[in-house]
């Protein structure tokens, strides 16, 4: 989402690393490129300028004009202030918890306007809500003007494991936010989320409705939810929203989309509340917690180790990933582990995400963007794999000439393509025997500098070794040709 006004951050962050020193004057000519890259991103113009001025202010101080590293100093003020602009003076760039510790039911009330996303971001918090706080959710809509919206809500509760308010036909919201009290407390649910009518537009019938329905239900959260491709006029509709309804927190949805990011940073300024949650894609479970500090990472080119840490947990086997990494220091890593390997990276987001979320790879990404390496390639590998018998993908040196022909055909692939993907497999088993000589994954984690960090750090100035953009590191070179290799 942010691609566009990172690159151009970025930019204007690499000239300033290459001076020795930096006057007065490069810090405002950098600081007018930086407000340019804001404002074509999208970015509210009162918002903009605030954050300039503030960032000017303490770049042309002291503590900057005489440090050792110039150049750094003024990427770190801009990431202070940038995690202050998406997550307010009270925050520590963590994420913002909803507020639950309520006389059971709590009550979430969803509000926004037709279209954003609203019914699909109720099924995916509840979803949440469940499988990781252990709560007891049910769900109601309220919707009686668009058709067959309580019949989706009641479709999507029934894909995310969720119990819904049963629908009764010509009852007005009012009377359905009752009627979902009762039976939540009958039921002893923990938490009641509401998923309010929206509009085309604010209105005043629209916010009559929603003020009853308040009015009746007591929410513990009201959160508004807002499209973030729908850019500027996002911040408006936020600012209509919370000078009407008590607003608690916004969803933004369509963070994986192509948005400039404009709507995401000036949202909390524009309404003084905290983003709670990120809507990142179609499916139930593409919706995380919005941690200001590590949106402002991937901004500025950081990239999101926690976040991507967090993914590889919730994705990955520790029981599987064990017996792995057993048998690749054994060196019998055959097809069946490499398909596995490749299926962990597409349930992990794919390519794109994982390069954009380490630290140092920004070059990286956009080097396998420009090379057509996307997630297609992985889905070509596991069909490649997919099309091998049983006995080839345990013995890869089965693989003849009239066999790899038959893979290609059985794949849609070529007989290039498969040697590529044996010829990884190779390297792999190269690499890891490489290892095992230098002591295993302790003798890995020494040649990184022994302290078990990223190489490079988290100033971005770094990077992986062996990958565009990375620094002169030491992995070996067949490791090193596999990292760089399509």
């Known amino acids: 989402m942010f691609e566009s006004l990172s690159d151009r951050l970025n930019g204007v962050f690499d000239r300033l690393r290459g001076r020795g020193a930096l006057s007065e004057q490069d810090v405002r000519d950098a600081m007018r490129e930086v407000r340019v890259a804001l404002l074509e991103a999208d970015v509210a113009l009162p918002v903009a300028r605030d954050f300039i001025n503030r960032v000017t202010e303490r770049a042309i101080g002291q503590e900057v004009l005489k440090s050792v590293t110039p150049g750094q100093q003024v990427i770190k003020i801009v990431n202070d202030e940038l995690v202050d602009m998406l997550g307010g003076q009270d925050s520590d760039g963590e994420a913002s918890p909803l507020h639950l510790n309520v006389s059971p039911p709590a009550v979430i009330m969803m509000v926004g306007l037709q279209g954003s996303g609203k019914t699909t971001s109720t099924a995916k918090i509840a979803k949440l809500l469940r499988d990781k706080q252990g709560k007891k959710p049910m769900m109601a809509s309220l919707d009686v003007n668009r058709p067959a919206a309580q019949e989706q809500l009641a479709v999507l509760g029934e894909q995310a494991g969720v119990a819904t308010l049963p629908i009764v036909q010509g009852q007005q919201p009012v009377d359905i936010a009752r009627r979902a009290l009762e039976s939540a407390k009958l039921q002893n649910v923990d938490v009641l989320l509401l998923d309010t ?290």
């Open 197 to 486: 009518a929206g509009r085309l537009h604010v209105d005043e019938a629209l916010m009559a409705e929603m003020k009853a329905v308040a009015g009746v239900s007591t929410p513990a959260e009201v959160l508004l939810v807002v499209d973030s491709l729908t850019g500027q006029d996002a911040v408006n509709v936020a600012q209509s929203f919370s000078d009407e309804v008590p607003l608690t927190g916004v969803v933004l949805t369509r963070m994986d989309g192509d948005a400039r990011g404009g709507a995401a940073l000036s949202m909390r300024a524009v309404t003084g509340k905290p983003i709670k949650f990120a809507g990142t894609g179609e499916k139930l479970d593409a919706i995380e917690r919005f941690h200001p500090a590590r949106v402002a990472d991937r901004i500025l080119g950081m990239g999101d180790v926690v976040s991507l840490v967090e993914k590889a947990a919730e994705t990955i086997d520790a029981q599987d990933a064990e017996e792995l990494a057993k048998k690749m220091m054994a060196g019998k890593f055959d097809m069946n582990d490499l398909r596995k390997q490749l299926q962990q990276m597409q349930n992990m987001g794919g390519l794109g995400m994982l390069a954009g979320m380490m630290p140092g790879l920004k070059k990286a990404k956009a080097a396998m963007a420009n090379a057509d390496m996307d997630d297609k390639v992985l889905t070509h590998m596991d069909a490649i794999i997919g099309s091998m018998t049983k006995k080839e993908r345990t013995h890869p040196q089965l693989l003849n000439a009239k066999r790899k022909k038959r893979v290609a055909a059985g794949s849609g692939t070529s007989v290039q393509e498969v040697n590529k993907i044996l010829k990884m497999h190779q390297e792999m088993g190269r690499a890891m025997k490489q290892i095992k000589k230098m002591g295993g994954l302790k003798g890995l984690a020494s040649m990184f500098g022994g302290g078990g960090g990223l190489p490079g750090g988290m100033g971005g100035g770094g990077g992986m070794p062996g990958l565009p953009g990375g620094g002169a590191g030491g992995l070996p070179p067949d490791l090193q040709n596999l990292l760089n290799k399509k």
